[in-house]
């Protein structure tokens, strides 16, 4: 029987507010290793506590999920009063598994994990998107409409110009980092997906595909990166038996 591909996906460590724990809790929403699930993945919950070189050695696709925001000073900023700060060690865990993570690895980022893609490649956020584009329509998870760069990664993915999705966001890209391209944005200019020109397989949604596993869009994105992630494995599966 075929393996299913292994596909990491980094989780948040809070306190624990009963005490319990001095290393605290660590939480993921469902939905994301559901939608991994569904597209035929194996999800495997990644703690930043973990060992970095042997997971690599043990990954076929790393998925980014939602989380707070990135601390400001990462890309030269002073903090916005409005910014709830992501925990430092995901924070941490995740910049360096960026740096180790092989440029074939394939990746896909969502919401926050949008943001710091574009953060890893030297790029900026809007620190509340509500002061640029005059309204909080991105932020509670109402349906909208994206439009779709032509020639873009992301629409050979879906086969289409537009795609829905559903915001639950507060920051976004504002400068795009080196070896970027946005391909896909609100009707405000907001962008809404950035995928990598130098990388094979790195695509980073905006947007929460996760939230809406019933819509062909999103199916076609999950299932776009767990077949990237297979074919990423089946290479280094023939690459470890050419060495035997």
């Given amino acids: 029987m075929t393996q299913r591909p292994l596909i990491g996906i980094t989780m948040s460590s809070e306190p624990d507010p009963k005490g319990k724990s001095e290393f605290g809790t660590l939480k993921l929403h469902a939905n994301y290793a559901q939608g991994v699930i569904d597209a035929g993945?194996?999800?495997l919950m990644l703690a930043p506590q973990a060992e970095i070189d042997q997971l690599l050695g043990l990954l076929d696709g790393w998925l980014i999920p939602g989380g707070d925001d990135i601390d400001p000073s990462a890309y030269g900023q002073e903090r916005h009063p409005?910014?709830?700060?992501?925990?430092?060690?995901?924070?941490?865990f995740e910049s360096a598994?960026?740096?180790a993570a092989?440029?074939?690895?394939?990746?896909?980022g969502i919401c926050y994990g949008c943001q710091f893609v574009n953060v890893q490649h030297g790029g900026t956020l809007h620190q509340h998107l509500p002061d640029v584009v005059g309204h909080e329509e991105h932020t509670g998870g109402s349906l909208a409409e994206y439009k779709v760069g032509p020639g873009t990664k992301l629409a050979a993915i879906l086969g289409a110009s537009s795609a829905p999705g559903k915001s639950y966001h507060h920051q976004?890209?504002?400068?795009?980092g080196s070896g970027l391209v946005a391909s896909a944005r609100h009707e405000d200019g907001t962008i809404e997906c950035v995928e990598a020109v130098d990388r094979p397989w790195v695509v980073a949604a905006q947007w929460h595909p996760e939230r809406t596993l019933d819509d062909e869009s999103s199916r076609r994105l999950f299932k776009?990166?767990?077949?990237?992630?297979?074919?990423?494995?089946?290479?280094?599966?023939?690459?470890a038996m050419h060495r035997v």
């Fill in 224 to 239: 776009a990166f767990v077949e990237a992630a297979a074919a990423y494995r089946a290479g280094r599966c023939a690459g």
């Fill in 102 to 108: 092989p440029s074939q690895l394939p990746i896909f």
């Fill in 172 to 176: 976004a890209v504002d400068r795009l």
């Fill in 82 to 92: 409005q910014a709830t700060l992501i925990d430092r060690d995901r924070y941490a």
């Fill in 41 to 43: 993945g194996l999800p």
């Fill in 97 to 99: 598994l960026y740096r």
